[in-house]
């Protein structure tokens, strides 16, 4: 149960903490110890889906005209309750997702951030005035909140993500109701706790927990849900659209990657090979913007691949809440089975394992979802392995014979979400940043990272072409009201 003095882990309905209807409750495990309960939550269905919707809509007209500047003082709020309760809330990521305890830090960090930049949002201006053709007619365009909306969000940034959706949608006025995954319910409850603490009327939030496949599509259904922030995988997300696109209600979608990191023959290969470590292996390569292929130029193919076999087979691997550790396990025994699978088929294809390709055994190992650090060489760009998202801890070496052929490689994928590439040539780096078809480009830093500040999302097959965060959020969560303005 809850600690003392804390709300109990329920669904939140229009104000009321309660269970779901019919009574049913799942058990929030972690992976690395999967004897371990952490608490038990309910397990929402249609019904409470729907009841959700119906008290976001009722709330929405009291939110929608509070003034903004109030909205951002409870987002202000929150982010000190946040704060003041990072070192629990990184434990409980740590222990539902599996991360390492530094990494659910610096996660619960940015989520702080995230409320502060969106309660400073809550200030900035609402629109533009433009001239007009009319002496007399003042002519401006206001952005309005859109109302009730739902965000659906994945268990791999249980934290960051849930925040970066709800706290602009809330800035900009619209009602929410928050459907976390259901591996990772008790960093989703924190989240809504310390927005209800910190003053949110009944209704503005709520929270279901629950299974997605029941309650996604009753809020795609649901009449007062106005529009769907989504971001998990291309299969949910793609029938997710279709589903907002029969309604006609707005939608915004982030989905996979095949990000890749390109070194070229000039790289430092120390700094090559530990960006690719960082993305590839840090959260388990569970991120969207994880590394996953690593085209490497032929005239240092042979000095890198040693390389970071040897570093990807060093990595202490372990319960993220053991300081030494620098991966985790993975989220669940689906996860596990997923990227065990992948390792078969990748040997099956023909490609050469040099580091891991294995199930961790023995020991604490027994207890949780480990798998070794694992690189694969010799990938041709068909394999499976350098096509199909993994969400795993494995990396694809896929050799190029020049700068041309690296980005030809890097863009050989049905994804975009974000690519790097190491290179001390400026002008290669130039000519990587316009031709690689990726909305996130690194340049001598890791694939994975997002600041709050600027926009986040994919080009291709990674995004609905919406983006996230920082000014762009402001764009999906209203709508525009064009008024001219005339005297009587
Ligand atoms: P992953 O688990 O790989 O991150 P999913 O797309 O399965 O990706 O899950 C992302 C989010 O979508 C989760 O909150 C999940 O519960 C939810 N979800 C799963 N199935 C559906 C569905 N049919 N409709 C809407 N949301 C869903």
Known sequence: MASAGERPYLNLIGGEWGPATGGATTADRNPARTDEVLATFPSAGREDAARAAEAAAKAFPGWAATPMPKRGDILRKAADLFEQRLDVVAEALTREEGKTLGESKGEV????????????????????VYPSASPSTFLYAERVPLGPVALITPWNFPVAIPTWKVAP?????NTVVFKPAELTPLTAWHLTDVLDKAGLPPGVLNLVVGRGSQIGPA??????????SFTGSNAVGSRLAAQ?????????????GKNPVVVLNDADLEKAVELTIQGAMLSTGQKCTATSRVIVHRDVLSGFRDRLAARASSLKVGDGMKADTYMGP???????????EYI?????????????????VGGDYDRGYFVAPT?????RPDMRIAQEEIFGPVVAVIEARDFEEAVTLANDTRFGLSAS?????????????????????????QTAGAEPQVPFGGFKGSSSGTREQGKAAREFFTQIKTVYLDPP
């Open 344 to 360: 078969e088929v990748g040997k099956t294809e023909g490609a050469k394992l040099i580091a891991g390709g294995t199930k961790l």
């Open 375 to 379: 690189v694969f060489d010799r990938v």
């Open 109 to 128: 960090a940015r989520g702080v951030s995230l409320l502060r930049y969106y309660s400073g949002e809550a200030l900035q201006p609402t629109g533009d």
């Open 244 to 256: 907002c696109a029969e309604r006609g209600i707005k939608f915004q979608l982030e989905m996979g």
């Open 219 to 228: 809020l795609v259904e649901s009449p007062p849900i106005k529009a769907i």
């Open 330 to 340: 993975l989220v669940s025994a689906d996860a596990e089975k997923t990227v065990l």
């Open 421 to 445: 590439v190491v290179t001390r040539d400026l002008g290669l780096a130039l000519r990587f940043i316009r031709e690689i078809q990726a909305g996130i480009v690194h340049v001598n830093s």
């Open 169 to 173: 949608a809330l800035a900009f006025g």
